[in-house]
């Protein structure tokens, strides 16, 4: 009875221990392949470069590994028009925390600041705030390729943005919620 009663706790805390690592491992591993606080950009998806996992071929993406614990991060980009465009947060154990995309913006360009819970920031670019669940995440951005003779103006729209801590001194002001 004690050795199934033993065998049955070891299997619960190994399974979610489990649960608790494997997404962690797996983010980590993801945003390692990014600079951080720097916006990456990816060409039109094909088999042979994946960007992302499980990409969508008419879609292009840049990524951004955002981390908020010295300070709010800035994401500025111009919103396509005529076409689908998103931006997903996704925190380190891989939730996804945030989605807005071009019909819900009201201002292009869309400006989004990241914050950590608590932290007291200035707000210089009037941009939706969002408050990240942990410190480090992802930040992906879609935008859809109606036809491949529109992607060298994708990839012009796509160069526009940008993702970038605001200095520290912005962060020591009072908050502006």
Same mark, same amino acid.
């Given at each position: 009875m004690w050795t199934a009663l033993g065998t049955l706790v070891v299997a619960v805390v190994v399974h979610i221990a489990t649960l608790v690592a494997i997404p962690l491992v797996i983010m980590n591993a993801a945003m390692a392949k990014f600079p951080v606080n720097e916006l990456s950009m990816g060409p039109k998806t094909t088999a042979e470069n994946r960007l992302v996992v499980r990409p969508c071929p008419d879609l292009v993406y840049?990524?951004?590994?955002?981390?908020?614990? =010295?300070?709010?991060?800035?994401?500025? !980009? %111009? $919103?396509? *028009?005529?076409?689908?465009?998103?931006?997903?947060l996704y925190n380190q154990d891989t939730d996804n925390f945030f989605v807005i995309n071009d019909r819900q913006i009201k201002?292009?360009?869309?400006?989004?600041?990241?914050?950590?819970?608590?932290? =007291?920031?200035?707000?210089?670019?009037? !941009? %939706? $705030?969002? *408050?990240?669940?942990?410190?480090?995440?992802?930040?992906?951005?879609?935008?859809?390729?109606?036809?491949?003779?529109?992607?060298?103006?994708?990839?012009?729209?796509?160069?526009?943005?940008?993702?970038?801590?605001i200095n520290a001194q912005a962060q020591a002001s009072t908050s502006s919620n």
């Open positions: 840049s990524v951004a590994s955002y981390d908020v614990s =010295k300070g709010p991060v800035l994401f500025t !980009a %111009q $919103v396509p *028009v005529d076409t689908y465009w998103s931006v997903s201002s292009n360009p869309y400006n989004l600041l990241l914050v950590k819970q608590g932290m =007291k920031y200035e707000n210089p670019a009037n !941009a %939706q $705030v969002v *408050v990240t669940p942990g410190d480090r995440g992802l930040l992906l951005v879609r935008h859809l390729l109606v036809s491949d003779d529109k992607m060298n103006e994708l990839i012009e729209i796509q160069k526009q943005a940008s993702v970038k801590m």
